[in-house]
């Protein structure tokens, strides 16, 4: 299967910004396609095919290293796709997915294997704490970093919360960068 980049991904494949890689496929050099939520993709063998007419060099394949995956559950479609957005375009090049419930999560967790997952803790078919409580108590996904988000977290339920086993808890609205910096520094990165 022929792999697909993110556009901050085939900007390190090119060696130039991102905003090159935009700059191309908006002029029609580069094939690409978009997500739902809008983000650019490219395949690698269309950019690699564009590359070599540009006399580009194509760097010898780096060992595949393994992204950090994050799940970011909540039922409000704007939150998911603004933490999504930011997250794919960040500069640690995670490999980021949502589910819109707590069912959904459950069935996530156990197949995508999230690093992180970054949780709304009052979705309408379960409680965020529910689902805290269920990963840090099974073996296999206990290690799992768990960053809370609610627009009604008081010290009580921030307390309840972390003896359920929450990494971070944060109210909303949560700014990105701050945001970003706690996914980093939970995963090891910041």
């Not at 794919?88 to 999560?105: H, M, T």
Request: aromatic share 6%.
């Amino acid at each position: 299967m022929d792999p697909v980049l993110t556009v901050f991904k085939a900007s390190k494949h090119c060696n130039v910004s991102p905003k090159t890689i935009i700059n191309w496929i908006e002029s029609g050099h580069i094939k690409a396609y978009k997500t739902v939520g809008g983000h650019r993709r490219i395949k690698k063998s269309d950019l690699e095919v564009f590359m070599k007419k540009q006399g580009i060099p194509i760097p010898m394949e780096e060992p595949v290293e393994g992204r950090k995956r994050i799940l970011v559950v909540d039922d409000d479609p704007i939150v998911v796709e603004t933490i999504v957005q930011a997250l794919e375009e960040d500069e640690n090049d995670y490999e980021v997915i949502s589910a819109s419930n707590g069912f959904e999560a459950g069935i996530k967790v156990s197949e995508f294997k999230p690093h992180l997952m970054i949780l709304d803790i009052m979705m309408p078919d379960i409680k965020g704490d529910e689902v805290c409580r269920n990963v840090k108590s099974n073996n296999e996904t206990k290690d799992i970093k768990i960053l809370i988000l609610s627009a009604y977290l008081d010290d009580e339920k921030f307390k309840t919360m972390k003896e359920y086993g929450a990494d971070v808890c944060f109210s909303k609205p949560l700014q990105l960068p701050l945001l970003k910096e706690e996914v980093a520094g939970l995963l090891g990165l910041g």
